[in-house]
């Protein structure tokens, strides 16, 4: 028998096609779903999750496509499906509440919610059927629905009470800081940044990296801050700044070598399930690699290592080929499984490598820890277990390398989310833009720019920014993360390439992020635009997690374009919401990484630099290149063609009164808008780079 689509069918979501099907007579979050719980008087059944997430897919096959359990929720309830890549304020929201309810979190995420929307009673994945442990017993998702359908039904009032309560709750999390600022105006720290990144310290595993024990994520913001204190002790503490980057060091190795980063086709899985990083949940998203990406070229650059350029490189790679779009977009993730099994598409029987590679087999099975028995479910996850010296094998190696990712195209692809999310394609073009200025490599400064332009084309309308685009469709408005991480890019993007549109959209993105997400009453971020939907609570975004807060890339953003503008206006509103924080930095570091280096980027004297280019391609490359040579956190380079159109120059003062001398291409180094004797010879830019 064909079960007839439910409402989702008509959303262009890969998770909410992906219950289309399903005997849940499932709805989008939309005004006509909501409508009817409040008409109909029954509760929400309201279901968060995205595409690639395993323990999504096993409650669908277990629950969502039984034929009894759907029918207790079509009886009782009104039954709402989210992907939270689309809707992260209604998962934050909800997220918050079961994490009050329960103490953890997770997805997918299950709450069942008044026709209000209000939540009483949550938890994360639930099996279908009780299960027995010892004298307890854990309530399967059957029984989970009928006593919450009775408990509506008998106890309503009680239940209306606690969701009241409960409701009071999130927006007292999401007030708080509004209504007691934190700022406590003791004298500042002139080594916050230090003196916070040595409370982490103590967190890392010093043998295989990451955080102590497992499961272990990349923790991509901290190792940046350590990378960053690492720089700032150099000269003043030599034991203390070795201890910083022992921690990104081994964080890094241990990642690449690892089984959580693909050896065969480059590109990180979401996280370890193990504390050795040989296990992954082999998930993996566009986010993740993209900052990855932008960690291990700062360490490149900080230390020289080349391991860590050739990671980088592989992983831009592998964004290219498996997320990118012709039209320059990239999608968000690749589904952990495939054909129903996790990690089937990663792992490796010996026979089949053997088969693969002949003679070559031996070698490569040493070199990746390959072994009859196996290391993952009788089969293999490729890891490092040797290192080679010899070019020779090296080259073998590289070969093998070649024969089993093209014999692995051959197999069943796990599932792609085709959904493109404007914050996530910032990251990607930061990530590129951050590629090409480090390697040169011609690809990744286009890959940039088209993606740039894909996000103007597909997702910009007017003043405002679309959240996600799949199925040719544009639809949901931005949040701040959207415009954040996009401004972001557009002014990473302006770094390399002198296009006057790069800085004129960021410009323009900056001013609709203080007209609609900041608030002066509170003096703060909001996530969601003023002139958005009302929910329960109105949600902020300020804790740095697998993904840097959107306020903390806000603030950036912010004081980025007071140094190009001299507008005073975007450093008082970016100092506004750092005191808001400030005084949670050294209890809640890792929360807030990402927030010190902005708050770091802001007492100091940062550099920025005009390179105004010459018209020869070779020569402006060559001193652009040599210009990004040394790692310095807390610099803006801007390109300037003068061959374009110079209305900018009234907007961006930085760039006024900027021109070549002698027809090479000419640095200016300019600190707090005084600008030093500008530069047209290469060797003298290092040296004073090195010293500024």
């Known amino acids: 028998m064909t079960i007839p689509p439910n409402h989702l069918i008509h959303e262009s979501s890969t998770y909410l096609l992906q219950h289309a099907f399903n005997p849940v007579n499932w709805h989008a979050w939309t005004k006509e779903a909501l409508v009817a719980a409040v008409s109909k008087d029954k509760p929400i059944l309201l279901s968060i999750g995205y595409s690639a997430c395993h323990w999504c897919h096993v409650m669908e096959e277990e629950s969502f496509q039984d034929n009894e359990t759907a029918q207790l929720i079509n009886d009782n309830f009104i039954p709402i499906k989210v992907d939270r890549e689309e809707r992260p304020d209604i998962d934050d929201i909800y997220m918050t509440a079961v994490q009050l309810m329960t103490g953890h979190g997770g997805w997918p995420l299950t709450v069942f919610l008044t026709p209000e929307q209000k939540p009483f009673f949550g938890g994360t994945y639930f099996p279908k059927e009780d299960t027995f442990h010892g004298q307890h017993v854990l309530p399967g998702f059957k029984t989970i629905l009928k006593a919450v359908s009775q408990a509506w039904q008998d106890r309503r009032e009680e239940a209306e009470a606690g969701a009241a309560h409960l409701t009071g709750a999130i927006k007292s999390i999401t007030d708080q800081l509004s209504k007691n600022p934190s700022r406590s105006h003791k004298p500042i720290d002139s080594d916050l940044l230090i003196n916070c990144t040595k409370k982490i310290l103590p967190m890392f595993d010093t043998i295989w990296g990451g955080f102590k024990g497992a499961p272990k994520f990349p923790q991509t913001l901290v190792l940046e801050l350590c990378l960053q204190a690492a720089l700032y002790t150099k000269n003043k503490d030599k034991i203390e700044s070795e201890l910083f980057l022992d921690a990104v060091s081994s964080s890094l190795n241990g990642m690449a070598n690892g089984g959580i980063y693909d050896h065969l086709g480059g590109g990180f899985a979401r996280y370890s399930t193990d504390e050795k990083w040989l296990v992954p949940h082999f998930e993996k998203m566009l986010y993740d690699n993209a900052l990855l990406v932008g960690i291990y070229l700062d360490s490149f650059t900080y230390t020289g290592q080349i391991k860590w350029l050739n990671v980088a490189c592989e992983t831009l790679e592998f964004l290219t080929r498996e997320l990118a779009k012709e ?21 490796w029987e010996k026979a089949e ?4 590679l002949g003679s070559d087999t031996e070698l490569f099975c040493k070199h990746f820890g390959v072994t009859e028995s196996g290391n993952f479910e009788h089969n293999n996850i490729l890891h490092l277990s040797n290192i080679l010296e010899d070019e020779k094998e090296k080259e073998k190696i590289l070969d093998s390398k070649k024969k ?30 951050h590629g090409y200025r480090i390697s040169g490599n011609e690809n990744y400064l ?21 959240r996600s685009f799949a199925k040719e469709t544009a639809k949901l408005s931005g949040y701040l993360d959207d415009y954040a991480f996009f401004c972001q890019a557009l002014i990473n993007l302006a770094g390399i390439d002198s296009n006057p549109i790069w800085l004129s959209q960021a410009l323009s993105l900056t001013d609709t992020m203080i007209k609609y997400f900041f608030s002066e009453e509170t003096g703060d971020f909001y996530y969601t635009a003023s002139d958005e939907e009302e929910l329960i609570t109105r949600p902020k975004n300020f804790y740095d997690g697998p993904i840097p807060s959107a306020t903390s890339v806000a603030i950036s953003c912010l004081l980025k374009m007071e140094l190009l503008t001299n507008n005073k206006l975007y450093r008082q509103v970016a100092q506004t919401s750092l005191e808001k924080h400030q005084d949670l930095f050294y209890s809640h570091p890792t929360q807030y990484a990402n927030m010190i ?63 070549t001398l002698d027809g090479k291409p000419t640095l200016y180094i300019c600190q707090e808008q005084s600008c030093q004797a500008p530069i047209n010879d290469i060797d003298k830019m290092k040296a004073m780079l090195k010293n500024c």
Do not use: C
């Not at 320059?328 to 996790?342: I, P, T």
């Not at 996530?424 to 833009?433: C, E, Q, V, Y």
């Not at 391609?617 to 807390?634: A, Q, S, W």
């Open 327 to 347: 039209d320059g977009g990239f999608y968000s993730a690749l589904d952990a499984d495939s054909e129903g099994v996790e990690g089937k598409f990663y792992v």
């Open 353 to 356: 490598i053997t088969k693969t």
């Open 404 to 433: 089993l990712l093209a014999k692995r195209s051959d197999r069943i692809r796990p599932t792609r989310d085709d959904k493109m999310l404007t914050s996530w394609n910032g990251l990607a073009i930061s990530a590129f833009a």
């Open 446 to 466: 286009k890959q940039a720019q088209k993606t740039a332009q894909f996000v103007l084309t597909k997702l910009a309308d007017n003043e405002k920014l679309k």
């Open 597 to 659: 280096r902005a708050w770091d980027f802001s007492q100091g004297m940062p550099l920025s630099l005009v390179l105004v280019t010459s018209g020869n391609p070779i020569m402006d490359k060559d001193m652009l290149l040599n210009l990004y040579r040394v790692y310095n956190p807390n610099m803006i380079v801007i390109v300037k063609d003068n061959s374009h159109p110079k209305e900018l120059d009234s907007k961006f003062t930085l760039l006024q009164q900027k021109n």
